[in-house]
Structure formats: C-alpha cells, structure tokens
C-alpha cells in the first residue's frame, strides 16, 4: 500500500527535474547567436588578404605557430603549447595525495588554439571570425579538458589588437 | 618428471602470451583499411549535391555553416576542396567537408563525421548538416545516386 503511495510522488518528483539531453553533432550550439556576435568582427576594407595576415602577425607576436592559413578561402589556424599549472591547484593536489595516498593529478599543460575565418560582406567590408579553443592535460599525462573559450574578454582583446594592427576601427557585424 | 611438467607448461605460458601479444597487433592495425559495411550507403546518406558550380563560395558556405554549428575549423584548403573542422566538448567531434564539381550544373559536398573514435553512420546526423547547408546557401540539397 505504502508502495503504491510512494510511486506516483516519485514520478512526479522525476517530472520536474530538467534533464539535459545530449546535443547532437550536428545540433547548433544553445546560445549561436550570441557567440556569433562576440566571435564576429567587421573592417572597411576589401583586402580580405591584408586581414588575415595582420592576424597571422598578431598571432605570431602572441606565441602562437600557424598550421594552416589559405588566402582562397580566409582560413588561417595558429596554436601554441603552454603550462596550465596553477599554484593552488598543485598545493591542493598534493594535499590531496598526501590524505588519498593517491597521486592526484593536476592540470599540467594546454594546447591553445586560435582559427580564424574571412570572407568579404557587403560591398567594401570584409568580415572576420575568431574563435580559440583548447586541450589540457593533467599531470598523469590524460586528457583534462577540452573545450572552446568563450570569455568576451579573449574576443574583446584580440579585436582590439587586431584593430591597432590594422589602423582600422573593428565594428559589430 | 615434475621439472619437465615444469617445462613444458612455462613453454606453453610463454607460447601463450606470444600468441595474446601477436592477436592484439593484428587486432588493432587492422583497422587501418577497414572500410564500413555497406560502404555505398554510407557514401550515399553523407552526399548531397547542389545546383552551383561555383565551387569556392560553396566552400566558404560550408565553412560558415560549420562555425555556426559550433565547430571549430582545423584545415582548409581551396585547390583540394576540403575543409576540416572540430568542436570540443567534453568529447571531440571531428568533420570533414569535401566540395567537388559532380555534373556540368552541380557541386557535390561529402560530410564525414567522426564522434569520439567512432565514425557516425545515422542518416539523419547528415541530414541536420544539409538542412543547415541549405538554409546557409539558399539552396537545395539533392541526393546523390
């Protein structure tokens, strides 16, 4: 009897949780967007060119290496290997495997990369998108994290040294 | 007699894990040509072809469909008519694009995609990617016999 009771105040429990389905390959991100508008650049200029190696320069000065650029089609990919060793965490880890007798693992390294993507819109502007993801791998040498960065203020930043680098002025697409 | 019971029975671990050792690069390494079953209809659902025969635009197209689907792109390159691109999250999704001309009035677009290690073969995981082509290129996606 107490069963019976118990059931249907279960479900209705499990009916209000929000469950997140998994997206699919190929299912837009939630927020596009919005991510289109923060990755998205606009210069006056036809020189579709001239923008992607002002980015490859800037890129270069920032550390990176560029794996791929094509003129034909506005590509350019650039990245660079960092630590991602933050004290805290490391004082936390081996805290940690000290009480574990464990060696807890630490974020250790990263891979950063940037892909950057042209093509020329309206009639004397030519549009750019940036966006910059990364790897990181712990102290065991696995995987950690992968995942794209999406802080405004990496975009901010980039545009605003792209825009000094170019002597254009970068507005909203 | 027991040390040649001895013998004869670290002869067969030792042959044992010879064995184990030689099925497992066999294992691995086979996969390296290992086409998916029905080949042609996996060829098919990742096809589409496209009343265009400005290759390049359909290109950057794809390109620009692909940024908006989240991905990241890797590798493009005009001549070849490839583009290959890449969305992290948690797990690695991986695509590549291929564009080439198909008939006199049409461009052909090949989408191979590849979740984890695993390369995906459901119909319908392609054709959320032509839909989003076509919205993107204004126009339609026909199959490819």
Known sequence: MARRAVTPILLALTGCLVVDTPRGPFDAPKAAASQRLMQSRKYETRDEVKVLHAAAALLMDLGFNVDCMEDEVGILVASKLRTAVVTGDVIVAILLSALARNDVPYEDRQKLRASIVTHLTGEKSVAIRATFQRIVWDSHGKIARREQLNEPEIYRDFYEKLSRALFLEAELP | ?145
């Not at chain 2, 096809?47 to 390109?63: G, H, K, P």
């Not at chain 2, 908006?68 to 999250?89: C, H, K, M, Q, W």
């Not at chain 2, 690695?92 to 008939?103: E, L, P, T």
């Open chain 2, 1 to 145: 007699m027991t040390s040649v019971k001895c013998v004869i029975a670290a002869r067969g671990a030792v042959c044992g894990v010879l064995l184990a050792l030689l099925t497992a690069c066999e294992a691995s390494s086979r996969h390296l040509l290992m086409a998916p079953e029905q080949q042609s209809v996996l060829r098919a659902m990742q096809t589409r072809a496209f009343d265009s025969t400005d290759e390049l635009s359909m290109l950057r197209s794809v390109i620009a469909t692909l940024q908006d689907l989240g991905f990241v792109i890797d590798y493009g390159n005009a001549p070849l008519g490839i583009v290959s691109a890449t969305r992290l999250e948690g797990h690695s999704v991986r695509v590549m694009v291929s564009v080439k001309r198909h008939s006199p009035t049409s461009t052909a677009v090949r989408a191979s995609l590849q979740v984890g290690n695993t390369s995906v073969t459901d119909p319908l995981t392609y054709q959320e990617f032509f839909v989003a082509l076509s919205k993107g290129n204004f126009l339609t996606a026909h199959a490819v016999e």
